[in-house]
Every structure is written in structure tokens, then in C-alpha cells.
């Protein structure tokens, strides 16, 4: 799907998502130890290049990884980065759009971002993945830099073709746009120290989950029982032209320095 396009994904956007996870031709390899292994692939889309981490986790099964990504109330429990995410409305039970705010290491200003998130189970894997769209509940914001997603994903996939069994590869792949101008030193950073640290992150997550969802609403997952989502219908009056704000490309942040900026772990 396009940037602005909303609609219930088809086969064909799922398919796009394997192929850029499973093919790895004219992708660089940036990182490759501690069994995370890190691409970059430069494209027409934007500045930035599209950025594919892969991992595998021995321990987790891969419905634990789907749970960990798509419960909203457990990612405020490891999502260090966020500051506000919720969902707007649905356009089908495996179609929503949502928004989703996450903290810049300061000098740099937060990013947001408002996209359509589609998933599909297909029994020995899951398919995830979102691209920006603009929606009249959520303009602008002060103080925020609204980013885009060309199209950011996960590919999950069971090692033993039983989603239920511990085992799998874990595949993520974006084409991001945090608009502005950022340092050159900050898109090298992205690749090589901050993308390994979000598989990371997410493999310690999955092996807390179960324990933490036994003790919080154990029954309760709307993105696999749709009879459990109560959010409302769609109006497409309120999907909006996606455009590209002035103000967002005048933001001028090159001359942040490095040795500046205050990160969490």
C-alpha cells in the first residue's frame, strides 16, 4: 500500500512484506554478531535507507512474539521510547489505524506518527506491518515532528511450523522517514547501535510475557479474538489527504552533536 492509501490490505501487500524480509539481494549487511544480524538498502523513497533486522529466539514461540507486539497495555512495560500510542478506528478486525509517540534523545525533537496497521496469521507464521496515513482526529501536534512510514513490518516465523512450539525468526524491516534534517552521525547510529538494541529489547519482553498477561486481563486479546475489539467503524470522511507539511521539513537539527545527546538504555 502507498503512503495515504487506506484500505484493507490484500495478499499482494503481505506478499511485499515476505519478499523484502526473505530476499536479501542489493541489501548491505551493517551488523551481523550476538545473533542479530542488521541490512541497510538504499531506495528512491527518501534519504534514509530502509533499514531489516533479523534474530532468531530459541526460548519464545512465535505467538508470544505476536502477543508482545501487538498488546498495547504490555508495551508501556518495555517500549522505553514511547511516550503515547493508541488506536483511532478499524477498518476490518485485522485492520486499524493508530497513533504512536516516541521519545528523541534530546537535542532532537520527539517523533509521532498516525498509520494503518494490518496483520495476518497464517498459521506457521504472522505478518505485520503499517504505513502512514493521515486521519482528522489526529493533526499536528506542538513540539512533534510527524514522521512517515513508508512501510514497516514483522515477519514471525516458527522454526518447526507449530507457532505454539519454542522457536523463531524474528524479522523486521522499515522504510522510515523522521522528516527534518537529522546529522549524518544520527542515521549511522540508527544502524549499527540503536536497531540491533529493538530485537534485543523485544526478546527480553517476550520472555517476561506470559508471567505479566496471567496476572493482566489473561483472556483479553483483541487482535486475535475480534469479538474482544470494541473500537468504532471507520468514517472515511475523517481520512484527510496525506501531505507533507512545510514546517515538518524546515526543522534543522545537523548541528546536534553526538557527544550531546542524552540516551536511555
Known amino acids: 500500500m502507498l503512503v495515504g492509501e487506506v484500505k484493507i490490505a490484500e495478499d499482494a501487500d503481505f506478499t511485499k512484506l515476505r519478499n523484502l524480509c526473505e530476499i536479501h539481494e542489493d541489501w548491505k549487511v ?148 523522521p522528516r527534518g534534517k537529522l546529522p549524518s552521525w544520527a542515521v549511522n547510529k540508527a544502524a549499527t547501535i540503536l536497531a540491533p538494541k529493538l530485537l534485543s529489547k523485544l526478546h527480553k519482553a517476550c520472555i517476561k510475557y506470559n508471567s505479566w498477561k496471567s496476572n493482566n486481563d489473561p483472556l483479553w486479546k483483541p487482535w486475535i479474538y475480534p469479538e474482544q475489539n470494541t473500537l468504532p467503524k471507520i468514517n472515511y470522511e475523517d481520512v484527510m489527504p496525506f501531505e507533507v507539511k512545510e514546517s515538518d521539513e524546515l526543522i534543522d537539527e545537523t548541528d546536534a552533536l553526538e557527544e550531546d545527546i542524552m540516551e536511555e538504555d
Open 30 to 177: 551493517e551488523y551481523n554478531k550476538n545473533n542479530i544480524m542488521v541490512w541497510t538498502k538504499t531506495t528512491d523513497l527518501c534519504d534514509f535507507k530502509m533499514l531489516k533486522l533479523r534474530s532468531i529466539f530459541q526460548d519464545i514461540t512465535a505467538s508470544t512474539v505476536f502477543d508482545v507486539i501487538n498488546d498495547p497495555v504490555y508495551r508501556k512495560n518495555w517500549d522505553i521510547n514511547m511516550i503515547e500510542a493508541y488506536e483511532i478506528c478499524q477498518l476490518s478486525p485485522n485492520n486499524d489505524i493508530g497513533y504512536y509517540a516516541m521519545k528523541v534523545p534530546k537535542p532532537l525533537k520527539n517523533r509521532d506518527f498516525v498509520t494503518e496497521r494490518s496483520w495476518l496469521d497464517l498459521g506457521k507464521e504472522y505478518l505485520i506491518f503499517n504505513h502512514s496515513v493521515s486521519h482528522a482526529a489526529i493533526p499536528l501536534k506542538k513540539n512533534f515532528v510527524r514522521g512517515i512510514s513508508y512501510i514497516t513490518g514483522y515477519q514471525i516465523t516458527s522454526l518447526h511450523g507449530d507457532c505454539h512450539l519454542p522457536g523463531v525468526q524474528v524479522t523486521y524491516v522499515t522504510q522510515s522517514d
